[in-house]
């Protein structure tokens, strides 16, 4: 869940596009206000259909604008875009997206997105087709070339009883991603304006109340490319079964522990994550039945009966989007690269990184290790025996690598 005291005393500008999800902004507004923000709402014309003018200026922090024209003394075209921490657009239109990407300053919501230097999330909400249609898309990968923060929209009903891809994101997910865009960063690392997704730690799956399954995983090598790739000036989303202390800027931390929460949450951030990299070692098998309480010695041994989890990478794999970098890891004790290429092949990654946990000092545990860095599209990389973070900076070296190519290729 989102620390909402990242949103204490921010000045935080709210754009309502016309939609039916309009009414969805009501809750966004209520939380930021409840979390000690400035809210400032702007509505579209077309919103006003949607959603009465009163209930927004209601719930916010001062009266809502919806004309260039509401308040001539203070030029509010550029004031409100001037004073903000952050804007966030939801439900964001196909119009406005295309509006905003063109630079188009129609209305007032558009011309406050242009005139600003604040971080932006975009979180559109439309129809399955519009929202899948060669327009839409390419304005939305323009945008996240820019450096704008996007939360996609979901599967769930739409306007005029359909189903499909489109709904709004929940307020959770757009305020997680609102808390992302309001982490400080350097902005001028080699991935400044990248969202990082960074899975670290072993997953620990319950028998009963006391006792896990478990493995040797301690999460350094993934919080290692989690600090490097903040340090680089990317934001970071860090899904760990152990937790990283003290908080860096430009991290945000989610603690899980088991593999269904593991990927709960990757699940959640991946659409709007331009570069994932699963470091963590998600257990392969969970008990199917956890014992109520402790399990006793006087009940004999219990019978531990295990089920398979999901692949989690495999699943981001699927579900991959153009232009998002896939980083697996895979630990192998034989077969290294041949059983790495198979994984990369498999799970349609972009990037593995293999290692041999049986050699010495080497993965699970230690302060060091040796990998190779295996690529669609370059030879293999190895690198010998060296901490952690040296190795995350080789990692990030080639994911640096595939993003420019990616650039070259848009
Ligand atoms: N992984 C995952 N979900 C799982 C298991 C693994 O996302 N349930 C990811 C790991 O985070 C890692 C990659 O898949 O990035 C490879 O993990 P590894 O344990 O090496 O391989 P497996 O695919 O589990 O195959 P095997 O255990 O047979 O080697």
Redesign the pocket.
């Given at each position: 869940m989102t620390d909402s005291s990242i949103f204490r005393d921010k000045f935080i500008v709210v754009g309502v596009c016309g939609g039916i999800a309009a009414y969805k902004s009501v809750e966004l507004i209520r939380y930021l206000v409840d979390a000690g923000a400035h809210v400032a709402t702007i509505m579209t014309p077309d919103a006003e259909h949607f959603i009465g003018k009163t209930t927004l200026s209601a719930l916010s922090s001062e009266p809502v604008h919806t004309s260039l024209w509401d308040d001539q003394s203070v030029i509010p075209h550029t004031r409100l875009g001037q004073k903000a921490d952050v804007i966030v657009v939801a439900p964001a239109t196909a119009r406005l997206i295309g509006s905003y990407v063109a630079g188009i300053s129609s209305d007032l919501l558009t011309t406050t997105l242009i005139a600003t230097q604040a971080p932006v999330v975009v979180c559109p909400a439309m129809h399955t087709e519009m929202w899948e249609h060669d327009a839409v898309q390419h304005n939305i990968s323009v945008l996240r070339s820019r450096g704008v923060f996007i939360t996609p929209p979901e599967e769930g009903r739409l306007a005029g009883g359909d189903v499909g891809k489109g709904r709004l994101a929940a307020t959770e997910n757009i305020v997680e991603i609102m808390a992302q865009a309001l982490q400080p960063h350097t902005g001028n690392g080699s991935l400044s304006g990248k969202h990082f997704l960074v899975?670290a730690g072993g997953t620990r799956e319950p028998i009963d109340a006391v006792r896990v399954l478990a493995n040797r995983s301690s999460g350094k090598q993934g919080h290692a490319i989690a600090l490097a790739a903040a340090s680089r000036g990317a934001l970071v989303t860090l899904i760990t079964t152990v937790e990283m202390a003290p908080a860096r800027h430009g991290i945000s931390q989610v603690q899980v522990e088991t593999?269904q929460q593991m990927q709960d949450a990757v699940e959640r951030i991946a659409p709007s994550a331009d570069v994932i990299v699963?470091?963590?070692?998600?257990a392969?098998f969970r008990p199917v039945l956890i014992a109520d309480g402790k399990w006793k010695k006087e009940d004999g041994v219990p019978p531990i009966v295990l089920e398979a989890?999901?692949?989690?990478?495999a699943g981001l794999g699927k579900m991959k989007r153009p232009g998002q970098i896939l980083v697996?890891?895979?630990?192998e004790t034989n077969n290294l690269l041949a059983?790495a290429q198979g994984?990369l092949e498999r799970?349609n990654l972009d990037l593995i990184v293999a290692n041999d946990v049986s050699l010495p000092q080497v993965g699970f545990g230690h302060e060091t290790n040796a990998v190779v860095i295996i690529s669609v599209n370059d030879d293999p990389i190895t690198v010998d025996l060296a901490s952690k973070t040296t190795i995350a900076q080789r990692v990030l070296d080639s994911v640096e690598k595939s993003l420019h190519r990616i650039q070259e290729h848009t």
């Amino acid at each position: 869940m989102t620390d909402s005291s990242i949103f204490r005393d921010k000045f935080i500008v709210v754009g309502v596009c016309g939609g039916i999800a309009a009414y969805k902004s009501v809750e966004l507004i209520r939380y930021l206000v409840d979390a000690g923000a400035h809210v400032a709402t702007i509505m579209t014309p077309d919103a006003e259909h949607f959603i009465g003018k009163t209930t927004l200026s209601a719930l916010s922090s001062e009266p809502v604008h919806t004309s260039l024209w509401d308040d001539q003394s203070v030029i509010p075209h550029t004031r409100l875009g001037q004073k903000a921490d952050v804007i966030v657009v939801a439900p964001a239109t196909a119009r406005l997206i295309g509006s905003y990407v063109a630079g188009i300053s129609s209305d007032l919501l558009t011309t406050t997105l242009i005139a600003t230097q604040a971080p932006v999330v975009v979180c559109p909400a439309m129809h399955t087709e519009m929202w899948e249609h060669d327009a839409v898309q390419h304005n939305i990968s323009v945008l996240r070339s820019r450096g704008v923060f996007i939360t996609p929209p979901e599967e769930g009903r739409l306007a005029g009883g359909d189903v499909g891809k489109g709904r709004l994101a929940a307020t959770e997910n757009i305020v997680e991603i609102m808390a992302q865009a309001l982490q400080p960063h350097t902005g001028n690392g080699s991935l400044s304006g990248k969202h990082f997704l960074v899975t670290a730690g072993g997953t620990r799956e319950p028998i009963d109340a006391v006792r896990v399954l478990a493995n040797r995983s301690s999460g350094k090598q993934g919080h290692a490319i989690a600090l490097a790739a903040a340090s680089r000036g990317a934001l970071v989303t860090l899904i760990t079964t152990v937790e990283m202390a003290p908080a860096r800027h430009g991290i945000s931390q989610v603690q899980v522990e088991t593999a269904q929460q593991m990927q709960d949450a990757v699940e959640r951030i991946a659409p709007s994550a331009d570069v994932i990299v699963m470091a963590a070692a998600v257990a392969d098998f969970r008990p199917v039945l956890i014992a109520d309480g402790k399990w006793k010695k006087e009940d004999g041994v219990p019978p531990i009966v295990l089920e398979a989890t999901s692949d989690i990478l495999a699943g981001l794999g699927k579900m991959k989007r153009p232009g998002q970098i896939l980083v697996g890891f895979a630990a192998e004790t034989n077969n290294l690269l041949a059983n790495a290429q198979g994984k990369l092949e498999r799970k349609n990654l972009d990037l593995i990184v293999a290692n041999d946990v049986s050699l010495p000092q080497v993965g699970f545990g230690h302060e060091t290790n040796a990998v190779v860095i295996i690529s669609v599209n370059d030879d293999p990389i190895t690198v010998d025996l060296a901490s952690k973070t040296t190795i995350a900076q080789r990692v990030l070296d080639s994911v640096e690598k595939s993003l420019h190519r990616i650039q070259e290729h848009t």
